[in-house]
């Protein structure tokens, strides 16, 4: 009784933990949560590939549906949605959403045509890359960008003051401010260009006038001078030889990046030409190999990105291989319906139910093989037998089931003949003596069950006829 006592309880447990765990919700995966294409000319099992595919008819459209959970922490901006290829096609989504707020999830749509086989073969499976990128909101993405650099205090004498980021310096980016704390309240005033020097290598500003103030550390009469950049991200020095160079960061906003070679020797910066950019890697390729002297200086823009949602089961069909694969289902749903045990053998609908086996089968070595147009061809043939076959057969049938129905009909007559005989046969034996009496029930009897006999016989046949004609082919 006490070991009963404590089999339940421990099963009562077991049902409220797992009821606790069952209301925790799970963890989001930081990946494209799910992807789906639709509109496919097939997919499963390819013979040709020998792997499950998802096919496309060349010059159809495509259509592709992502999924992605936004599990940063923060509101997001969608920065891009593409479907990258292995032949080089790239597709933009042609349905996002601008932003994903956190915790919510977005629906990306990509709809595509299918290129011709001379772009993207079907000869092979082909491998995709579904990527999402985004940017945190509230966060700067642009590469070295220093924001309310504060440089010194004014004391009425000095007039230069150095940032305290990164250098080189962008001078385009640069924004000097002066917050004068002697009126109330403090303002900030916007310094013009012309009013100061930038020394873009070392960061130092030099102003025609000086700073007015009087040099202390509280907010007395003195100038705060604050300054916005951007500077320069080492891409790495020049040997005389190498032309190519990476970002830290990847990948890289259109239009944003800008690539500079600085002398070390003249102390100058001169933006570069002639250069090339893989912004997906950052990879960057000069015209020409920067000196020993030289180093490489970018600045940019970028993102981050989701993990991606990868397949390698895109595939591209051919018109003939499109045609033969929709023979080949449709002689499968054929064969499906009417079997080969339905046929009688030695029959005409026999002979061209073979030779629709025959026509398969060549097709699927065919199909397998490459040669989608004999397939195609074969498929198309096996189908044209098959329908012969079905229709034989149906004719077949028909003639004996009328021939069933005229034996039912014919056989009303007998059966009311001899009934009439029956009837006048045990009218006589009652006339005479009782000593026959039992042998003409007798005869009676028997004369019934074989009646029935017989006619049981006949629906018997008629039965087993019907089963095997089958379903009619529309």
């Known amino acids: 009784m006490t070991k009963r006592k404590i089999s339940f309880a421990m099963l009562a447990c077991l049902m409220v933990a797992l009821t606790v765990m069952m209301a925790i919700p799970m963890a989001a995966s930081a990946e494209i949560e799910s992807i789906q294409w639709s509109g496919a000319a097939f997919q499963g099992e390819d013979d040709f590939y020998g792997d ?220 570069a030409t002639g250069w090339t950019a893989d912004l997906e890697t950052g990879k960057i390729t000069l015209a020409a190999a920067p000196s020993s002297f030289e180093t490489v200086w970018v600045t940019y823009e970028y993102w981050d990105r989701w993990d991606p949602e990868s397949g390698t089961d895109f595939v591209v069909y051919s018109a003939d291989q499109a045609d033969a694969v929709a023979a080949g289902e449709k002689f499968a749903d054929m064969d499906d319906e009417y079997p080969n045990y339905l046929f009688s053998p030695g029959t005409a609908a026999a002979k061209a139910r073979e030779e629709a086996n025959v026509s398969a089968d060549k097709a699927a070595a065919e199909y397998e093989n490459g040669d989608f147009a004999a397939a195609k061809a074969d498929y198309g043939a096996a189908v044209t037998s098959l329908q012969a076959a079905i229709d034989a057969d149906n004719t077949l049938n028909a003639g004996v089931e009328q021939t069933l129905v005229g034996m039912l009909s014919s056989a009303d007559g007998v059966v009311d003949a001899y009934a009439n005989k029956l009837n006048a046969e045990a009218k006589q034996a009652n006339g005479e003596a009782s000593m026959y009496k039992n042998v003409g029930v007798f005869t009676i009897l028997l004369g019934v069950a074989t009646l029935l006999a017989g006619l049981g016989g006949i629906l018997w046949a008629y039965s087993r006829l019907v089963e095997a004609k089958g379903p009619k082919q529309g």
């Open 52 to 271: 499950d595919v998802v096919a496309f008819k060349a010059g159809s459209t495509a259509k592709l549906t992502a999924s992605v959970y936004n599990d940063t922490g923060v509101d997001v901006t969608i920065t891009e949605a593409k479907v990258k290829f292995d032949w080089g096609g790239v597709f933009a989504a042609t349905t996002a959403p601008t932003q994903i707020k956190v915790a919510e999830t977005g629906v990306f749509v990509f709809e595509f045509t299918v290129p011709e086989v001379t772009v993207a073969t079907n000869t092979v499976m082909h491998a995709y890359d579904v990527l999402v990128g985004y940017q945190e909101q509230g966060t700067s993405y642009v590469v070295s960008r220093t924001a309310g650099d504060f440089l010194g205090i004014g004391d009425g004498t000095n007039k230069d003051f150095s940032t305290t980021g990164g250098t080189p310096v962008l001078a385009s980016s640069v924004a000097v401010y002066w917050r004068d704390t002697t009126a109330t309240p403090d303002t900030i005033t916007l310094k013009d260009a012309s009013s100061y020097v930038l020394n873009t290598r070392t960061g130092l500003i030099t102003f025609g006038a000086a700073p007015p103030g009087d040099g202390a550390s509280d907010l007395g009469d003195d100038t705060r001078v604050y300054a916005d950049y951007q500077y320069f991200e080492n891409a790495g020095g020049g040997d005389g030889v190498n032309k190519v160079f990476y970002t830290d960061e990847s990948p890289i906003k259109d239009g944003s990046l800008k690539v500079y070679i600085g002398n070390g020797t003249t102390e100058t910066f001169v933006e």
